[in-house]
Nanobody, 122 residues
Framework: QVQLVQSGGGSVQVGGSLNLSCAASGSTFSNYAMGWFRQAPGKEREFVGT????????YYADSVKGRFTISRDNAKNTVSLQMNSLKPEDTAVYFC???????????????WGQGTQVTVSS
């Protein structure tokens, strides 16, 4: 079992930056790949990015590539999503997730954070 608690988020203007954090407890954090997803009102959940268990590799959705960065600290059991050059279309509830395999499909993740709102205004 892994418990994920998210922090960060909020409101920012176009072009601004935000950092989301996700703190894990329970099972061994370094056993899991970590992913970030988002869901905008009236839309399906969307993959944002994922990072391997070691942190050595990460990949991102095309919509955020070059603007968002995922990092993790296995000593602190945390994963972060740094979001730069934010756009109105980035407005959504963001979720962190933990899974043994990782990947871009939500079904590959077993544990989910509670979600945090990010609002980008023009």
């Amino acid at each position: 079992q892994v418990q994920l608690v998210q922090s960060g988020g909020g409101s920012v203007q176009v072009g601004g930056s935000l950092n989301l954090s996700c703190a894990a407890s329970g099972s061994t954090f370094s056993n899991y790949a970590m992913g970030w997803f988002r869901q905008a009102p009236g839309k399906e959940r969307e993959f944002v990015g994922t990072i391997s268990w070691s942190g050595s590799s990460a990949y991102y959705a095309d919509s955020v590539k070059g603007r968002f960065t995922i990092s993790r600290d296995n000593a602190k059991n945390t994963v972060s999503l740094q979001m730069n050059s934010l756009k109105p279309e980035d407005t959504a509830v963001y979720f962190c997730a933990a899974g043994k395999l990782g990947g871009s499909r939500g079904g590959l993740y077993d544990y989910w954070g509670q979600g945090t709102q990010v609002t980008v205004s023009s």
